[in-house]
Each structure stands twice: as structure tokens, then as C-alpha cells.
């Protein structure tokens, strides 16, 4: 790593992968977290995803991303401290980063500390001009900001891709509440939400047809062989993923194509034929959603931008 970034290590404790796993599956109906698709694995089959023809969405936040950086970076004002929730290498980060008027410093937050320096190390190359100060932290915790060299005139929260929406509700307007205590009075959160739209359309974007989203979500179950010793047999689980158009929200399933007892860090599960285990949501939203999420967490939507099907969108949300 370049000498010259400081990390700021708030030391997030591991993840407890045997613990969530046999907690979720004691559960009724049986679930396991989302969080856990993300080994190298399923990261490069997430890269994968966002190629498929089907799934709109990465492609059309980075097209938001190109034509809007500009008018973003104007309503965001200079001085800006922009933090953001996740390692951010990406080419959405780049757009905005390339535009901002003076920023005072870039502050990733993640919690993986080789994927954290790996990133903000390639951005520091790209962007030699802008402070780089990584915070190595589980963001749906309570984080500590790093201070700039010069202090900013406003603190901003960018959560691209959607991530909020693998979130219920609930839980999105408590992350965004935290945003907003985090960033104060003057701060912002700019944050990229996919939105209702023909549910077909929605289904094939997590049903592609090459089955690369099949495949991630069953690498969830490839993983707990590999690291829990489990022994789940792959050919004999299906990906499900649905769209609940009354909780506007794909539901993926994994689901048991017969009656099986499987193996896991040394204790029986059964499953029975067809029993379903919830792994994740991704909920859309159109905007009055929008707007009451926000204001549920003490926030409103200053600016909305969209690509020009409105299939996708990315809102500045500011302190009510
Ligand atoms: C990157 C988490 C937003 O929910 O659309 C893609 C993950 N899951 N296909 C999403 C995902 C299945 C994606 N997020």
C-alpha cells in the first residue's frame, strides 16, 4: 500500500459464519444471511451477473453515473468528505470522484481489510490530489470518521448499487438514520435504489439464462461444504427467486427438490420436499417509497436522478 494512506482500523469483529448458519437453519421458516454469498467465489460470480443481458441494474446505475456526475458533484457543493459504504473501486465511484469540486477526502468503509486497501490503493494512483482515508468497519455499526487535512464543508454518504434494498425496511430506515447521525446537520446521503417496474422484467434480471445467478446463489451452499464441512448436495437444491409485487421485492429462495438430511458443522438438518430457505431480498422502490423511507429516518429527497426509462435511480437525500 501507498505510505501515505493511513488506515483507520476500527478492528469489526469476524463474522461468526457457524453461528448465523445454524442459527438461521434452527429457524421456521429456515433462512441464511446474504452477507455470506460474498467469498471469492460468489464475488466473481456477482461480477459475472452484472454482464447477464437480463440484470438492468449495475448497467444502467453506471449510465445514471455518466450522464449525471456532473449535476451531482454541483449539488453536492465543494469541500466535500465523501465516505462510502463499501470498498468502492468501481467505475460509479470513479465518475463521481472525477467531478467533485475540491473534496476534502474519499473515506471507504468496509470491512474487509485486503479488499479496503486493494481498492482505495488503485483510486489513490488514479486521484493523487484527493485524501485518502480508509476506515476498516462493519458499517451497520457505529462508525468513527477519520478527520481530513482540511475540514470539510459537508460530510456525504454514497451507498450505491442497491445494497440498501438486501435490507427489510426496517432495517434500511435504521442504516439510513445512522447515515444522517453520521454526516449531521449540513451532511447528505447519495444513495442508488432500483425501482418498481414490470415484474417480469424484475424476475428475469434474477432468473437470467445462462443461470449465473442460480449459480451464485447456490455457491452459498458450496461454501458451507467448503468451510463448515457441511455436505449439501447441490443437484439436489433449486434458486427460486420471485417478485412480491405487494412488498415491491425479489424474495430468492433456496429450496429442497425432495425430502434430505444434511450435515453441518456436525449437526443434522432436515429439510422436507419443496421446504424453502429465505437468503435474500432486493427491494424496489418507486418514489413516494422513497420518500417515506427517507423521512422515516429523518431525511428528505433533495434530488432524484434516473436514466431515461426510469428503470433505475440515484437520490440525494439531505437532513429533514
Ligand atoms: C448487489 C446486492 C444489490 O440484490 O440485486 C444480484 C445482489 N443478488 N443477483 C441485488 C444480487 C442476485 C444485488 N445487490
Known amino acids: 500500500m501507498n505510505a501515505s494512506i493511513k488506515l483507520l482500523d476500527l478492528e469489526p469483529a469476524e463474522d461468526d459464519l457457524l453461528g448465523d448458519v445454524l442459527a438461521g437453519l434452527a429457524a421456521t421458516p429456515k433462512r441464511l444471511p446474504s452477507k455470506y454469498f460474498y467469498d471469492a467465489v460468489g464475488s466473481r460470480l456477482f461480477e459475472r451477473i452484472c454482464e447477464q443481458p437480463e440484470y438492468y441494474l449495475t448497467r444502467t446505475e453506471l449510465e445514471i453515473m455518466r450522464d449525471h456526475a456532473e449535476d451531482m458533484a454541483q449539488a453536492l457543493g465543494p469541500g466535500v468528505r465523501l465516505v462510502e459504504y463499501g470498498s468502492g473501486a468501481g467505475l460509479k465511484t470513479r465518475q463521481l470522484l472525477k467531478v467533485l469540486q475540491a473534496p476534502v477526502a474519499y473515506v471507504p468503509v468496509e470491512i474487509s481489510r485486503s479488499a479496503l486497501l486493494a481498492s482505495v490503493g488503485r483510486l489513490a494512483e488514479e486521484f493523487p490530489g484527493i485524501e485518502m482515508l480508509p476506515v476498516c468497519a462493519d458499517f ?181
Not at 435504521?174 to 449540513?186: E, F
Not at 444513495?191 to 449459480?215: F, H, Q, S, W
Not at 449439501?232 to 427460486?240: A, C, E, I, P, T
Open 140 to 320: 451497520t455499526q457505529r462508525v468513527a470518521l477519520p478527520e481530513p487535512g482540511r475540514p470539510p464543508r459537508r460530510t456525504v454518504v454514497y451507498f450505491p448499487g442497491s445494497t440498501l434494498g438486501n435490507f427489510e425496511n426496517a432495517v434500511a430506515v435504521k442504516l439510513l438514520a445512522q447515515m444522517r447521525a453520521l454526516v449531521g446537520s449540513g451532511g447528505a446521503v447519495l444513495v442508488g435504489l432500483d425501482r418498481k417496474k414490470d415484474p417480469a422484467m424484475i424476475e428475469a434480471a434474477y432468473n437470467d439464462a445462462a443461470g449465473v445467478t442460480a449459480e451464485f446463489t447456490l455457491n452459498l451452499l458450496a461454501r458451507l461444504n467448503r468451510e463448515l464441512d457441511a455436505d449439501f448436495d447441490l443437484s439436489r437444491f433449486r434458486h427460486q427467486a420471485r417478485y412480491d409485487a405487494v412488498k415491491g421485492r425479489i424474495e430468492t429462495h433456496i429450496t429442497s427438490s425432495c425430502a434430505q438430511s444434511v450435515s453441518v458443522g456436525g449437526q443434522r438438518v432436515e429439510f422436507g420436499e419443496g421446504e424453502a430457505m429465505l437468503v435474500e431480498y432486493s427491494c424496489k422502490y418507486d418514489q413516494a417509497d422513497v420518500e417515506r423511507m427517507a423521512a422515516s429516518a429523518g431525511l428528505v429527497v433533495e434530488r432524484t436522478w434516473t436514466d431515461p426509462s426510469d428503470w433505475f435511480s440515484v437520490q440525494l437525500l439531505a437532513h429533514a
